[in-house]
């Protein structure tokens, strides 16, 4: 496959007809909305030479909520390894809280398409919010655990899941320790009748490195102790802070190369964003908010707005400036070029998979390209 960057005075018809492509199969695979309009240095994928070379292995997953459109799962599904359904909380007394929506049908549709279903577990409390003391008050407790793990087991069993998935943020310095022994014996437990346990690990690139986001994520405890981990690679731009993108390339790798120090490449899974953000300027720390966004509602707002499309080649990354109602933005997201940059990196490291945060919206381009450079385990 390869990727065609949009100039001025290309369109569709242009652009297949140079590749030797219907433009019926340009429109599709990129999700071109009518009346086919494009924007300068849009990025676009050719499929017209599908990669027919043996290729690696790749174990995939998706975070979904139980909302998404049925039509995006259904589709998003045929290039996954796993489901990781978000998310289930719990309460002090370790009693599992099931997420305000049926997941059930989410369940029967990844089983129906052979994929996995994984439970995800977050710190979330009975008010509905994430509080990391319900993470103190775990760890510390034998018998929440306890309880907790057997409501555990018995939903996986019930519901028909395949797993486990452990994601906590924000784990105080003081309980890393007890929290990866928690993972230990859950992932213990879990092995015992056939099911997984992965955990997601916030993005740090040094042992000691401070901030209340990674000082209490050990990550050769917890590489240890879980059958896989995912490392949570976005968020360097991120709702409150200032305008960058959310997973620049040269930041990924050096998380992945401080991983590798402390946990086996075969199971480590790189964590990709699929979404983009949109920030008014001039930026505010602590005032400005930026609006979270879907890579195809990007292109869409330079479309609209006639913004060219940039590319940054350090963060391998696209993005664009656009004025509207005198105010001036900003735009970062994700494009087939940045997730190309992903994939390299992944395959240059030998990492054994991905996974998506989230697959709410469909980027049918990206999955395209990720089918053509891999095979999906």
Known sequence: MEIYVVKRGDNVDSIAEGFGIPVETLIMDNQIAYPYRLAVGQAILITDNPNSEEKPFLYINGYAYPFINSDTLDTTLSFLTDLS?????????????????DDEWMVKRARE????????????????????????????????QERLIWELGRTVFEKKFGGVDVDFEYVLAEDGEKFAGFVKRLTQVMNMFGYQVSAALAPKTSEN?????????????????????????????????PPMAVAPINMVRRVVEYALTKIPKEKISLGIPNYGYDWPLPFVRGVTKATTISNKEAVQIAIDHGATIYFDETAMSPYFYYWQYGIQHEVWFEDVRSMKAKFDLIKEYGLSGAGYWQIMQLFLANWLLLEDTFTIL
Not at 85 to 101: D, K, M, R, V
Not at 209 to 237: C, F, H, P, S
């Open 85 to 101: 359904i978000f998310s289930y909380g719990f309460t002090t007394e370790g009693n599992l809280i099931p997420p305000p929506l």
């Open 113 to 144: 398409a052979g994929v996995r279903p994984i439970l995800t577990l977050t710190p979330l409390g009975e008010d509905g919010r994430f509080n990391n003391n319900l993470i103190s008050i775990l760890v510390q407790n034998p018998e929440v």
């Open 209 to 241: 490195q401070k901030g209340v986001l990674y000082e209490g994520i050990d990550y050769r405890l917890l590489g240890e102790a879980a059958n896989r981990v995912l490392l949570m690679t976005y968020e360097w731009g991120y709702t409150y802070g």
